[in-house]
């Protein structure tokens, strides 16, 4: 029914009320950036879980601690031929039954002709050493590269534990130094509220990393360092991107009353989310297949040890960089500064009623205002029929 007074001011709100737009699947969104994941609006869930995460980790680590390789805590490792008649629970049984206490792990490594069996142990005394050797040789019989029987088959090291505590000290300080370093990066390369984001992002990867490690008892060996390193400096690239991408949506954003800052900084983590996941899942499948060759084709422990601390460090980072990072730095810019004024401004807009939308007198207050929150009309929004005149 047509409106017969052309002076009415009042605008049905029901008209206002957008038509059934076409539907996008999670993936096409997740693609193409535009899905509207409320990662910012939702930041109190991802703080409450990256807090659990965190809290988790530090217990594990105050509680359980480390399992320390042998590099870092001494002791002696006794490596013997892998053949058909020498399993692990041999090993270990022939050198409890001399010794009268068990190793600390026997393992296989290797595959093949170059298999062996791994047994690390407790720094062994000369007595000790010639015991489980000769134990181990009148039992299996091993044979050297020539294929001949022979005791100098079974090889024995010994690692001090002074040695043990040079190595741990050297790693604490290239750790230290590297996440200084890496401290004052971030802070000549972001403004200040970003670095303190990016920092925070970091020593979350840093301590949850650490955490799991010591949770699900992974041993820590310099090759883990070395890739606790790099996966540092992985997190923060990915910093960098999404930081990158934040400021190129927020560049202005003070000037314009149609979006907030978090608004914008939630889109530039939408358009990130699928690189960070494709970056992350190509980063991790040649992990994958380094582990499948270190553990069962190789045995090479070095491999095995890098390529566990990346494969966690990645995933974690990749959580950190849009998960953590970017709430935490709305949550500084929206704590005070013109950003706050800026969002306060938004929002008081938008709650009131000159929006662009007039409401008759005594229209119901509850039906709040109709316009969208970025001041475009929504998919499939019916036309007023009125054109805005052109300003001059």
């Given at each position: 029914m047509s409106n017969d007074n052309p002076t009415e001011e009042s605008v049905n709100l029901d008209k206002y009320e957008p038509a059934q737009g076409p539907k996008h699947g999670f993936f096409e969104r997740l693609y193409t950036g535009t899905g509207g994941f409320p990662i910012v609006s939702r930041r109190r869930f991802f703080y409450t879980m990256s807090?659990?995460?965190?809290?988790?980790?530090?217990?594990?680590?105050?509680?359980?601690g480390f399992t320390l390789g042998i590099d870092f805590e001494g002791g002696s490792r006794i490596?013997?031929?892998?053949?058909?008649?020498?399993?692990?629970?041999q090993v270990e049984d022939v050198y409890a039954q001399t010794l009268g206490h068990g190793p600390v792990s026997v393992q296989k490594v290797g595959s093949g002709a170059s298999a062996t069996i791994q047994v690390r142990s407790e720094t062994l005394d000369l007595t000790q050493t010639e015991q489980v050797q000769s134990a181990l040789f009148d039992r299996f019989q091993p044979k050297d590269s020539a294929g001949e029987v022979s005791r100098n088959a079974i090889s024995i090291a010994e690692i001090s534990e002074t040695w043990g505590g040079q190595i741990t000290q050297k790693a604490l300080i290239a750790l230290a130094v590297f996440v200084l370093l890496t401290m004052i990066y971030i802070a000549i390369r972001f403004e200040r509220d970003m670095s303190i984001a990016a920092i925070v992002s970091l020593f979350f990867n840093l301590f949850v990393t650490a955490g799991i490690y010591s949770l699900v008892g992974f041993e820590v060996t310099p090759a883990a360092v070395i890739g606790l390193l790099t996966i540092l400096g992985y997190v923060l690239y990915d910093n960098v991107v999404v930081f990158d991408k934040v400021e190129e949506n927020t560049r202005g954003v003070l000037h314009l009353n149609k979006r907030t800052y978090a608004e914008q900084a939630n889109l530039a983590a939408n358009?990130?989310?699928?690189?960070?996941?494709s970056t992350t899942v190509i980063g991790i499948l040649p992990?994958?297949?380094?582990l499948v060759i270190a553990v069962w084709l190789l045995g090479v422990g070095t491999l095995k040890d890098l390529a566990l601390v990346q494969l966690v460090g990645m995933i974690v980072g990749a959580y950190s960089s849009i998960f953590l990072a970017v709430p935490v730095l709305v949550s500084i810019k929206e704590r005070w500064g013109p950003v706050a004024a800026h969002t306060k401004k938004v929002l008081d807009k938008r709650a009131g009623v000159g929006a662009g939308v007039r409401v008759p007198v005594g229209a119901s207050a509850a039906r709040g205002p109709r316009p969208t929150d970025s001041g475009a009309p929504r998919p499939g929004t019916r036309p007023s029929g009125k054109r805005q005149k052109r300003r001059h």
């Amino acid at each position: 029914m047509s409106n017969d007074n052309p002076t009415e001011e009042s605008v049905n709100l029901d008209k206002y009320e957008p038509a059934q737009g076409p539907k996008h699947g999670f993936f096409e969104r997740l693609y193409t950036g535009t899905g509207g994941f409320p990662i910012v609006s939702r930041r109190r869930f991802f703080y409450t879980m990256s807090a659990v995460l965190l809290l988790i980790s530090l217990l594990s680590i105050a509680v359980r601690g480390f399992t320390l390789g042998i590099d870092f805590e001494g002791g002696s490792r006794i490596q013997i031929p892998a053949a058909d008649n020498v399993s692990t629970q041999q090993v270990e049984d022939v050198y409890a039954q001399t010794l009268g206490h068990g190793p600390v792990s026997v393992q296989k490594v290797g595959s093949g002709a170059s298999a062996t069996i791994q047994v690390r142990s407790e720094t062994l005394d000369l007595t000790q050493t010639e015991q489980v050797q000769s134990a181990l040789f009148d039992r299996f019989q091993p044979k050297d590269s020539a294929g001949e029987v022979s005791r100098n088959a079974i090889s024995i090291a010994e690692i001090s534990e002074t040695w043990g505590g040079q190595i741990t000290q050297k790693a604490l300080i290239a750790l230290a130094v590297f996440v200084l370093l890496t401290m004052i990066y971030i802070a000549i390369r972001f403004e200040r509220d970003m670095s303190i984001a990016a920092i925070v992002s970091l020593f979350f990867n840093l301590f949850v990393t650490a955490g799991i490690y010591s949770l699900v008892g992974f041993e820590v060996t310099p090759a883990a360092v070395i890739g606790l390193l790099t996966i540092l400096g992985y997190v923060l690239y990915d910093n960098v991107v999404v930081f990158d991408k934040v400021e190129e949506n927020t560049r202005g954003v003070l000037h314009l009353n149609k979006r907030t800052y978090a608004e914008q900084a939630n889109l530039a983590a939408n358009q990130t989310l699928m690189r960070s996941i494709s970056t992350t899942v190509i980063g991790i499948l040649p992990i994958i297949g380094m582990l499948v060759i270190a553990v069962w084709l190789l045995g090479v422990g070095t491999l095995k040890d890098l390529a566990l601390v990346q494969l966690v460090g990645m995933i974690v980072g990749a959580y950190s960089s849009i998960f953590l990072a970017v709430p935490v730095l709305v949550s500084i810019k929206e704590r005070w500064g013109p950003v706050a004024a800026h969002t306060k401004k938004v929002l008081d807009k938008r709650a009131g009623v000159g929006a662009g939308v007039r409401v008759p007198v005594g229209a119901s207050a509850a039906r709040g205002p109709r316009p969208t929150d970025s001041g475009a009309p929504r998919p499939g929004t019916r036309p007023s029929g009125k054109r805005q005149k052109r300003r001059h």
